[in-house]
């Protein structure tokens, strides 16, 4: 008991699981599902039509988050809805071997992500409310690695997993599986933080406070108003919106044409061999440019990098071109080839971190910054739900020309914002 007493004390008793479990939901509905749906047999026009829709929770956060923020402590919200994804994972596994498995799993997984949503508005609340200013500066890059984990292991450890009960069940019964198993580690997930989150004195102190669901709709609606008249918001919509669209339509077919058969134009990889590819090499580079991107923007600003940036979240997309004109069946050579395109993004996705940072600088800041978050995720719905229809009208090689197109639009998107010059430069000390 006193060993209990003293780790739940400890902020690296709940911090790593925290965000572990904040993460893996996440790459299951974005991406698992979509390789999941595709190892099934739906076309790319019904898998990416239709988990697209699952984006619809995180857009529509912004409008939720309020509820979250008055009713219950969110220590509540964060042991709920773990006990929610676990359930709601329970029920995909369920009912995948049914023959109306698709829109059973489709209205669980919707379900799982609506509480993947609120549980990242709790835990991003409980977290500034347990430790001191200290503390969360010494556990952000913590708190990002182990989001980062559960990235890897989502897609590394999952997929891997299914490629090889495949050999032994059919697809549907071997993806049943997959997910009983994550349900029940949930599950478990849920049970350590019942015990091991601690219970903050300002966190109990929000069960004292009564509930007004009119003070909440006048609250969103004063919310909504404000970000609406901010300067130049128009232009910040334009920006959120067409920034990634290259990136927002070959995202969702990449794992697509990864795992299809190279006679349909595919490159023909094993689940397994996708979950390294992506899971692995793909959240290395990712990472690796993103922290790079963070390190550069620091060093000259905003506007120093803003360009080199756009260039780099766009141009190696053409990787996606030669991959598909020339198949190659070396997964050295598809490494290679996807952790530079994923480097490219992480590095260049800085720049759209940073502007959402600073076009929701003033009164409310972080309420317009889960508006921001909104626009983020519809800039990955609304491209999506379009890019299986023309990836199978098209080809995937014709596909991946018709991103290299669209990249004029993030030239077009950048080159209309208008931030300082020393935005994102590290404050050095005043003597």
Not at 30 to 48: E, W
Not at 213 to 241: C, E, G, M, S, W
Not at 385 to 399: S, V
């Amino acid at each position: 008991m006193q060993f209990i007493r003293a780790a739940k004390s400890s902020p690296w008793a709940w911090i790593p699981s925290l965000y572990f479990a904040e993460g893996l939901p996440n790459v299951i509905v974005v991406t698992i599902a979509v390789v999941m749906y595709k190892r099934l047999g739906l076309s790319d026009t019904d898998v990416t039509f239709y988990t697209s829709w699952l984006y619809l929770p995180w857009v529509i956060k912004p409008f939720w988050s309020p509820i979250v923020e008055t009713l219950k402590c969110k220590r509540w919200w964060i042991v709920t809805m773990q006990f929610f994804i676990g359930a709601f994972l329970a029920g995909v596994a369920f009912t995948l071997p049914t023959s109306s498995f698709l829109s059973w799993t489709l209205a669980f997984f919707w379900l799982v992500a609506f509480s993947s949503a609120t549980h990242d508005i709790a835990a991003d609340g409980f977290y500034m409310m347990a430790l001191n200013d200290h503390e969360q500066s010494l556990f952000v890059g913590i708190r990002s690695t182990f989001y980062r984990i559960s990235m890897i292991a989502g897609q590394a450890l999952l997929l891997k997993l299914s490629e090889i009960l495949e050999i032994f069940k059919h697809p549907s019964i071997a993806w049943s599986w997959v997910f009983a198993i994550v349900a029940v580690a949930f599950l478990s997930i849920t049970c350590y933080h019942s015990i091991f989150l601690p219970r903050p004195a300002e966190d109990k102190e929000q069960e004292k406070k009564d509930f007004s669901f009119y003070r909440v709709l006048q609250d969103n609606l004063y919310l909504f108003v404000t970000f609406f008249k901010k300067p130049h918001v128009l232009t910040a919509i334009i920006f959120l919106l067409l920034y990634r669209l290259p990136e927002a339509m070959l995202a969702k077919i990449s794992p697509l044409f990864l795992i299809e058969k190279m006679s349909k134009g595919g490159l023909g990889l094993t689940p397994g061999e996708l979950g390294i590819t992506q899971g692995t090499v793909g959240a290395l580079g990712l990472t690796l440019g993103g922290i790079i991107g963070g390190i550069c923007v620091s060093k000259h600003g905003f506007r120093r990098w803003l360009w080199p940036m756009v260039c780099a979240i766009t141009l190696p997309d053409v990787v996606y071109l030669f991959l598909a004109y020339y198949q190659p069946e070396s997964l050295w050579w598809i490494n290679i080839g996807i952790g530079i395109e994923q480097f490219g993004y992480g590095f260049g996705f800085t720049s759209y971190m940073l502007y959402m940072l600073y076009f929701s600088q003033g009164a409310s800041k972080t309420a317009h910054y889960a508006f921001c978050t909104g626009f983020m995720a519809l800039s990955l719905m609304l491209p999506g739900m379009i890019a299986g229809w023309l990836a199978d009208n098209l080809g995937y090689y014709r596909f991946f020309m018709l991103v290299i197109a669209l990249i004029p639009f993030t030239f077009l998107a950048a080159s209309l914002v208008k931030v300082p010059a020393d935005f994102g430069l590290k404050q050095k000390n005043k003597p």
